[in-house]
């Protein structure tokens, strides 16, 4: 491993933690980001030619705290808080510890703090999700505009623009208490999911799946489930992440072209990751008597995980599952996949009055994913012309070229029978 990659490494391990410190202290976490990045850059032109020193944490928190300082004593205009930060600081630098020691504690409160204030609800969804890889996941800015296949602009503006409103809305550096705790833990695992969902299925671009991104959520699940080890929403979320996680390996053939679920080769599964997940599950299910929405979903991806077989699928309790998920968080993507389930386990005319109830529904509007559902509950029962339609239709409405031509795949195939 070159100097340069071994740093890397370090940092994506310990830039969050680094991040949470500074956070704590400078309220700021535009500010405490610009530190940050200023001990990584000290970090690139000196190991290298002295070498990654034994602890590279304190190293790391050392100079961000030097930086800080000098910070500070440059400012000429100093406001209240300001000065206020400077007290702190100075105090710190007087204190016997050395100041990793003192930094270190608390860090996983501090790692909390920092992904609630990341995730506030006051962000919409794509910031939030923008400013937690950055933040959390230790991506740069051109890795966040790949994974999301959005220009460098558009993702740096919305992270600049995250960091400026929770400044300006004072939200403060804290993790939030009762209800307010459960309303923000709603945001933090909404976006941990989206960022999941977003490499799972990419809605744009070449690629069926991206794996890297879909670790990057996991990551951040990980870390979140072992900070609040008694939220049984973040541990299910955890495990229904770990689940489908299991499945990437069978997701493609050797040229990178899709197969779907009924069709892969269950050996070519993750073994591990499907009993990390249904431990996981087993702990999450023991903390609540209601399962939530992650729960439940997670609940859903065990009935596939834990047979052999697609034939042996218990289709029956999956439709159950979505019923109980309609009910816990009903959505027209729930319905969309209660609609699959039904018909799976009732058959496809069932499943179909589903899918048909949805055809009004202006936020599926622009949406493949009902014509695709359709077409195949369509083509089961025979009615070839009208699923051939729905295929070419979700095929122009998917931003994801491989599903497209899975789509037309699909449509073609039903025109030759």
């Known amino acids: 491993m070159t100097a340069t990659a071994a740093i890397e490494a370090v940092w994506r391990i310990e830039q969050p933690k680094l991040a949470a410190r ?48 000098d910070r500070l004593r440059r400012t000429t205009l100093i406001d209240g808080k300001h000065r206020e930060l400077a007290i702190d600081l100075a105090g710190l630098e007087r204190q016997t510890p050395e100041i990793e020691a003192v930094l270190d504690e608390d860090i996983d409160d501090d790692l909390l703090r920092l992904i609630f204030t990341a995730c ?7 910031q939030r999700a923008a400013l937690a890889l950055r933040l ?27 960091k400026r409103a929770l400044r300006d809305a004072a939200i403060p550096f804290e993790t939030p208490r009762g209800q307010e705790r459960r309303e923000r833990l709603a945001a933090v695992l909404e976006v941990v999911y989206l960022i999941f969902n977003e490499g799972y299925v990419p809605t744009a671009g070449p690629d069926w799946l991206r794996p890297d991104l879909s670790g990057e959520a996991l990551r951040l699940g990980r870390s979140l489930a072992a900070l609040m080890p008694e939220e049984p929403e973040a541990q299910g979320l955890v495990a229904l992440m770990e689940l489908h996680a299991s499945r990437f390996s069978a997701r493609t053939d050797r040229t990178g072209e899709p197969i779907l679920l009924l069709d892969q080769d269950r050996s070519r ?14 702990r999450a299910m023991a903390l609540t008597p209601t399962p939530g929405p992650y729960l439940l979903q997670a609940m859903i991806a065990a009935c596939h995980a834990r047979v052999v077989s697609a034939a042996d699928t218990d289709w029956i309790a999956i439709a159950a599952y979505y019923q109980a998920l309609a009910l816990a968080a009903p959505s027209p993507i729930v319905e969309i996949n209660r609609a699959v389930a039904v018909g799976m386990a009732f058959g496809p005319a069932q499943g179909l009055a589903i899918a048909d109830a949805l055809r009004d529904e ?7 994913l009902l014509p695709t559902v359709r077409g195949d509950l369509l083509e089961k029962l025979g009615q070839i012309l009208e699923a051939r339609a729905e295929f070419r239709r979700a095929a122009e409405l998917t931003g994801n070229d491989r599903e497209r031509a899975l789509l037309l795949a699909r449509a073609n195939a039903s025109a030759s029978r």
Request: zero cysteines; hydrophobic letters at 45%.
């Open 269 to 282: 599964w993750n073994w591990s990751l499907i009993r990390r997940g249904l431990d996981g599950l087993s």
């Open 362 to 368: 202006p936020r599926l509007k622009d949406s493949h």
């Open 22 to 69: 500074l956070v704590r202290y400078l309220r700021d976490v535009g500010l405490a980001e610009e530190i940050a990045q200023d001990a990584f850059l000290s970090a690139l032109e000196r190991w290298p030619r002295d070498g990654i020193p034994r602890n590279p944490a304190a190293w790391l928190t050392q100079v961000a705290k030097n930086r800080a300082l």
């Open 120 to 126: 506030h609800p006051v962000l919409p969804a794509e």
């Open 136 to 162: 959390l996941g230790g991506l740069s800015t051109p890795e966040i505009a790949r994974a999301f296949l959005m220009p460098e602009a558009t993702i740096a503006q919305r992270i600049v623009r995250a």
